[in-house]
Each structure stands twice: as C-alpha cells, then as structure tokens.
C-alpha cells in the first residue's frame, strides 16, 4: 500500500476498517443466530432456512465484508462532506437514517423482484406486495434490520473517532506502538498565518473561525500528498510531522510547504469574494530526536518531547526578522538528496531565545 498515491492510500485505510467492522458484527451475529438455531430445532421440530457449513459462512462473510466496504466508500467519498458543520450526535443519527432508508429501498426492490419471479406475477400485483409486507413484518426481516442497523452504528462510530483523532493518531493508538515512549528522529514544520490577530480583529470571532475552517481545508490535501502528519492545531498555527526514516522525508516537508502556498493561491479570488481577505503564511522547517509516546491522565494523546519542538518555533518566529516566508535549519538543507532542485541563502547564525548554542538558518526555494 506503501506505493499507492498518498490520497488513495488515506481512503482505502478509512475505507478498509468498515468492511472489517461489518465482517467481525456480521460473524458474531451468525454465530448467535447458529446457536440459537441450533438449541430451538431440535425442540421444534424445525429446520433452518440455510444450513451453516463452511461454504455458507465464507460466502456470508465476502459479502458482508464488501458491503461494508461499499458504505465506507461512499461515507468518505460523499456523504462525510455534507455532515461537516453538524454535531456528533446528529451526525450519527442522520446517517444511520440515510444509510438505513438506502438498504430498505434496495431489499425491498430485490424483494418484490424475487418474489415476482417466484410468483410468476407481475412485481406490481397486489399478491406479490402482499408476500413482501409478510415478509416486512417476519422475524428474518427484523433481524437483519438490527444486524444492519448495528453495524451502521459502529462503523460510523469509528469514522467520527477517526476524524477527530487523526488517521495516523488513531492508528497508532490501536496498535499500541507508542505505548511504551521510544526515541525517533523526525522532520517538525511550524506554519503560522500573516496577519492572523489583525484579520481575526477585522472578521469578529465567528466569521474569522470559517475563515480558519477553510484555510485548514485547502492546506490538507498538500499535507495529505507530501504524507505529513498533523500534530497540532494552534490558534492559525499548524504543526507537522514527518517520520526522518521514510525515503525522502525531506523532500516530501519542503514540497508540502510550497505546495500549501500553490493550494491558497489557486483559492486566491474565492477568499477575496467570500471574505475580502486571503491568507498566507510563513514556516520554518527542522529536524531532530524526539520522544514520542502516549501521554496525558484524562486525555490522551501522542505526544512529541524534544530540544527540536522549540527550535522550530523559534525559527519559524525570525521569518519576519529575515523577510522570508521559509527558514530551515543547516540539518535540512545538508541531507538534501538533490541538492540542485534548490535555491539556499544563508541568513545568519544565531543563538534563539532560551538555547546555547548557536543554529545556522538558511532560506530555501525551488530552482525553476
């Protein structure tokens, strides 16, 4: 999955978890139904309409791990957009409406087709309505309702905790790798919006928060394609992080700054008509060893410790001192592996407020 284009891979890990999240309901609810069966026939004197065997619950569990499949493609894909500005609770229920109507459609139309083909009568006659409101009231009916309904439930739980957690975070956090905190070496970048107070103090409070909303929005898709990970939002400021080890993790952190600048500036006249205003921003870009691991007694999160958290910060607040919108660190720019796709300057040496030692700053550019 690693060679797939970096927003193919995010969907299909969002799209992934939902089949399995319907396949693990859809096997617990078989094996219930089996051994409810299996503890009532003999007493009854009745038989199953489908005989459990092997074949039967690898045919069952495909398809239900593809239907799965399908509702999370199409939540990603469509329907998340248009539950953006609503509340966690009415986002579960809309859905599970929308998603609930969607399958009572489709079992009804395959229903009356069944049974007209069964019938020998046209889909419309009143004896073919009739066997489906038998069937719309049967316990078979009901019962796949509950499953559907259920595993609806649980899958959008899943989402909303993921979207709100973070893919990466949520992933790490179901896998336990920063359980026990472990040292890496990892790429930071700090952005900071021009202007953020004096824009914030021109818009009021709740126009400037849309404002902040798609500004995020049009500087994801660039973090998504250069496969950073967002550690925080604060305020106007977005910090992110790559992982040193993966192959061109330098590269990938300073294309996703300039490709950040190409996303606002392809959205220039919209914000000028909707707001009047268009932002821009100013970043500074370093790398070194942290600690990473799960932190925190009534939240928890992943947490980053290290001397280049601050470092970064401090050299993302001398962009206006230099007149750059990028600095980077000499780390940065002597692990470049193709040197001469970029333009440096050295700027300065300097000792940043609150360190001993001294740090070579350089700004950097693509060479067109």
Known sequence: MSTLRPMLRRKLTSILPFGIIWLVNGLLFLFVEYAVISIMEPQSGLQSAITISPRIVVFASISIFFIGCFVGFVEVSFINKFFVKWTFIQKIIGKVLIYGMFFFCIIFIFYMLAASIEMKQSVFSTAVF?????????????????????????????????????QSVFLNFFTGKYHKPIEEERIFMFTDMKNSTTIAETMGHELYFEFLRHYYNDLSIAIINSYGEVYQYIGDEIVISWDLARFEAIEQAIGCFFEMKKALIAKQNWYLDHFNLFPDFKGAIHLGKVTTGEIGALKKEIFFTGDVLNTTARMQGLCNKYKTDLIVSKQIVEDIRDKQNYVTDFVGTTLLRGKKKSIDLFTLKPNI
């Open 130 to 166: 009739n066997r489906y409101l038998i069937f719309l009231f049967s316990i078979t009916n009901i019962s796949t309702f509950v499953q559907i309904a259920f595993s609806l439930f649980t899958s959008l739980i899943y989402s909303e905790i993921e979207d709100n957690l973070g």
